[in-house]
Structure formats: C-alpha cells, structure tokens
C-alpha cells in the first residue's frame, strides 16, 4: 500500500510538470477509463460475469451527470456520488434478468443492450442545458458545458482530482475484494451450486456486483462528462466495450491492480472458523476475514440459523452446538499434546488444555503462541501432532477427511481423490442433518475409494447426519450403507438392508439384464 | 481470411468455453475494423447491384430482386446447411465436433480439417450476406460489422441450436422492425426490436431456471 500511495503522489505530482496540455487530458482520460475497466474488473474477474455493455452503462452514467449538471447546484462530488447511485439502480436493473443466463449468453445480452442503448441515445441525444426531462436543445450555439468542481476548473487540477477520485474508487473495491462480498464472489465463480450448498446467497451478491461495477462505472461516466464538457454519442461507441473487454482481460481479470492471478489464494480447507463463531484481534483479522459468508449458527432448540454477523457481534462467543451426535451436551474445547512448527520455530509444544464453557482467558507475553493457536482453532495453520475438538467434534474438517494437504494449496493443485475429499470435508463443515453424495468414488482407484467409504461411514457418528449414497460401486455403498433402496427407469425395485438388496433378483435383473438363449 | 483464422487459432481456442472463443473472435473483429479504418479512411461509400434495378410494385411497397435475393437466399442456405448437418459425412463431423470434441478426435474424426472447413463455410456465407447487405444497408465496415449484433439475436432465440428456429425469428425480428417504420412516435427506436426480443426470449427459454436464493441469513 505504500509503495501504491508513492506512485501516486508520483503520479499526481509528476505529470503535470511534464507534459503539455494534451498529454494531461489524454491521461485525465486513461484514468477515467482505468475506472471503468475497474467495473468490469470486479464484474468479470471476481464474479465471472462478463459484461459487454459496459460503455453503454458509462454513457448513461455521464448523461446521468449531465442532467444533474444543468439542472442542480449540487457540489461536485455530491454530484458525483448520486451520478453513482443513480447509475448503481440501473445496473441492478441489467442485473436482474442476468441471473437467469451466465457466460456467453450474459456477454452477448449486454453487447444487446450496449447496442439498445446506443439506438436511444442517438434519438435522445445527451443534455446540452436545454429543457424538458432529455435536457437537449437543436441549437449548437451557446450551450453551456458541464460544470467542473469549483477548485479543479483547469485541466492539470481536474488531473489531479479525477485521480484522486479513481484512487478511492480502487479502495473501494480492494474493500470489497477483501471482506464478505469478496469472499462470495470468489465462492460464486468457482462454483454457484457449491456457493449455494455452502449458504451464499447467490442473488444478493450477484446483484451486489453489478450495483457496484455500475456505480464506478457512473462515477467514470461523471468524471467524462466534465471533463470533456460536451457529450456526443460518438464517443461512446460499441466497439469501446470490446476493447474495454480485452484491456480487462489483459490486466489480469482476478487483480484490480491487474497483477494476475495467485496472489490471493482462496485456501483448500473448508473454514473451520465457522464451527467456533470466533471473532478477530483488530490487528491480526483472518478469522473475521476468513468466514463463509451466509453462514449460520444453530441457537439452542431452534432451527433458524442465527445469522453469522449476529454471530461476529458476540465477540469470541462460542455458540452452542445443537443436540444431535455423540457430542451432545459437550461444551467445550478439548486441546491434546498440540504441536505447531513452522519457518525453523516451534510456537506451540505439545499444549494440552480444555476450555471450557463460558468465557476462557488465554495470556502470555508476545511471541507465546497465542495467536497461533486461534490460527490452529481456525484451520489456518496445520499442526504437526495433537488433536483439537470442539464441542466432542474433530475441529478441522480436514482432519477429519484424513487430508494431509497445505491448507493454502488451491484445489484446482489437488489430485481427483484429494478434491473429493475437499468436498466431502465441505459438505459435512456446516453440520448438516443431511449429506447427499452424488458419485463421489467416480473414477477413483481402489485405494482412495476405500478411505473415501471409511470417511462416509463416520459422517453419521461423527456429525449425527443422515446420508444418502448414490455410487455404483457396490463394494462402497456396501461397506458404507447399512439400508439401500434401488430405483429402476424410475421406480422403486428393492429396499431393505444392503445385504438383503444386493441379493434381490429384481436388483439383479436391472444391473445385469436377462440372459436370452 | 476466417479459414486462415480457423486454421491458426481454432485449436488454441478449442478447448476453451465458448465465452471465450467469442470474446476471440470479437478481438478479430477489432483488427479487421481497424485494418479497414485504416485502409480506407471513413469516407460516404455505396454499392449498387445490379439487380436492385429490377423491382416488383406491391401495392405502395416496391420490392427489389436484391432483397427478393436475399430472402431467398436466406431460406436456401437454412435449408441446404439444414440437409448437409444431417445426412453428409462432412455435416455428421461438424456435429460431433461441436458435441464433444475429444470423443470425436478419439473416434478418429479429423478435428482440424472439420474445424477449418466450418470457418471456411461460414466466411463463405458471410462474405455472401455482406454483398448483399452492403447493397441494403451501407457499404461501411462499422455498420455492416455491428449488424452481426442483430443477427445474433435470431441466434440467441434458438439457443445456438436450431436453424429453423433462428430463420424464423431473424424473419420475425425483420418483420417487427419493419412494421415499426410508420409508426412515427416509435420508429426512430425500431432498431432496438432485435436487442429487446433477444433478451425477452432468453428470458422466457429461461424461465424454468431456478433463481439461486440461499435461504441461509447473507
């Protein structure tokens, strides 16, 4: 960040006593654009959703500005920001109907759009201080322009202000990048049926993107409308879009700052954090940061998940686990011969503790391991040798699945036997009442469905869930199902005791046909 | 030119979703627009077939062979590329191709010769509707470039899969424009008609697809 704040005040400082004129207005106008592929940066590359219309959303942004301009005394940045807002409205409008389609059709329906809004637009023209609601006037002699802010009138001091603007548009997404939404959208673009399963709410965030790539794309639009004082369609044609597009791709669509991908890392393990309702230390967030966002915690008795900011809110709080499994009644954390070493230190040895209910101290001077130890409870750090259990429940749910990976290892890294336990580990990290695995041995050697079968058969001890076993390996659904039920082209055939089906004829037949003499 | 593009990029962009493929081929789009900017500097340009001198009077409307053309063409080559998909060898190899391109290089279908004609045909067939629209519409690269946006919408309606459906709705869509003209309060919008049915017919095809809303607190 400082490195980021040298450059600019470099770049503020440097330019104007450079260049001529020209060369300040062509840089006012690459900051400007830098803004709006800064939307489609959080659009396409945090999301996945590829949006071509974004020139048309930046004219609308400036016509928005435009209006406003000529018939308003707001000051320029209150200007500015409702240019954002209003703009924000319309991207949640294009937004809505882009829930229902994703990847090609998405980008082709907003190349539609771009195109619509072009038509209307060149009937329309921009304002140019006329009256009436368009704003626009035939005549092209003394037509205003459209106002500047009062301290920035000149062309080196409107530079300076639209990059300052820009600057805190970049904070403003890097924010985002960075909490809950970030999180989402990470969640979202890998996989929305997985995002879903793990409690995101794929709409709200969805929705959440497109407000925001609009808004900074209305504040662009803001910023070009004063900046050239007079808006012509010509400006803003379909082809910018285009180009727009491949600027995006060409920064690196993960990083605002276009440095590429695999600076941010989105860790293997499922978030353990989750189990714990654990809050931060200000200076050292990756508990905050690191949970699933729309994840829930179960009050006593109830069914309703308690929200997870309500959750943060009770800072440290430790909600109590619902009354299912062998753990009921357990409340408390149970820490066994824990060892910690990493980078050559060893900051937790063989630490053996039990925490329990209510509100637990843990002190030391700097350096002790406390905060290593909360990475531990998190799943942040892996330890060498101990357990941890929480509420009588193996605390990270890779040690659960027996995944011996580096937490911070992607998964895309991880062998196919490797990825399904990720996912069985993600499954099972919420408690739920009931796990539904889909073919989950698909196309793994003996060796890895055999622990595969040994992970399932412990779900329903170790998390009191129901499962539900769809495979086609029979040696797995037997070792691991006690009943099993056959469908056959849509009926049910056969249920009882796995046993008992696998040896029913009709069962037979419909695996293995009849044979015809 | 799209066969040589075909030929070059085709496999590099083979197995990459098609989002994008397009978004490749939109880059080809802006070095052609360029090349051409560059070649010949925007300047009023017309061209005039010859058989737009030939007309049919129907009623107040006049109809000229080059339109009379190009309808027919239209249907033509729905047709005769309807045929060529489903009963030559060739056809049946560009289906496979679009169905499941490593199955079929395993079955021993030759994917890059397959995939180069396919950009070889649809030059050809673009190439040919440019002609004709060049005469229709305006002999201007920009404009001729972007009408491909109308086009799609045809596409887009039959989901990238049916030809009957996508001549019918590119019918439709030219109709409805049409029959905006003399309506004067509206008119001047009527080249939105393939945006706006483009986006309501997705929406419809899409209907059935489940609005993803956790209902877990967000």
Known sequence: MLVIAALLAVVLAAPPAILSVYWIDVFTAVTIFALVALGLNVLAGRVGLVSLGQIAILALGAWIDARLSFATSLPFPVLLLVTGVLTAVIGVAVGLPALRVSGLYLALITLMLAGAIAIVLNSTNFPNGGGGFLGHTESSFGNPSIRRPSGA???VGYYRYTLIACALMFLLALLHVRSKPGRAWAAIRQSEPAALAAGVNITLYKLWAFALAAFMTGVAGGLLAASVGKLYTYQFTTQSSITLLAVVF????????????????????????????????????????RRPPGAGHRSPGSRAPVPARHAEARAGAVPPRPERGPAAGSRMIEVEDLTVRFGGVTPIDGMTVSFAE????????????????????????????????????????????????????????????????????????????????????????????EHLGAVIRRIPEQFGALVILVDHDMSLVSSCCESTAVLDFGKLIAAGTTAEVLRDENVIRAYLGTEEL | MPLAYGVIFGPLLARRDPLVKAVGTLGLALILLGLMDWFWPPKSRSMFLPTSNWYYQLGLVRVTWTQIIGVLAGVLVAVVTGVFLRYTNLGTAMRALANDREISATLGVPVRKVEAMAWLGSGLLSGAAGLLLSDLVALDAVTLTFLVISSLAAALIARL?????TLGAGLVIGLVTALMTPILSISVYRDMTPFVLATLGLLWISRRRVVSVSRTAG
């Open chain 1, 153 to 155: 009138v000149g062309d």
């Open chain 1, 250 to 289: 060409m920064g690196g669509d993960l990083q605002p700052l276009g440095r590429g991908r695999g600076r941010d890392p989105e860790p293997v393990a499922p978030r353990p954090a989750q189990l714990l309702g654990t809050a931060a230390r200000p200076a050292d967030d990756h508990l905050r940061r």
């Open chain 1, 358 to 449: 209510g509100a637990c101290g843990l002190i030391g001077p700097n350096g002790a391991g406390k905060t290593t130890f909360f990475n531990v409870l998190s799943g942040f750090v892996k330890p060498v040798s101990g357990s941890v259990r929480a509420f009588g429940e193996d605390l990270l749910a890779m040690t659960f699945v027996a995944l011996d990976v580096d937490p911070a290892r992607k998964v895309e890294t991880l062998s196919a036997g490797e990825r399904r336990l990720v996912e069985v580990a993600r499954a099972v990290v919420g408690s739920p009442r009931v796990v539904l695995l889909d073919e989950p041995a698909a196309g793994l050697p003996n060796e890895e469905t």
């Open chain 2, 161 to 165: 899969r049916s030809l009957p459906i």
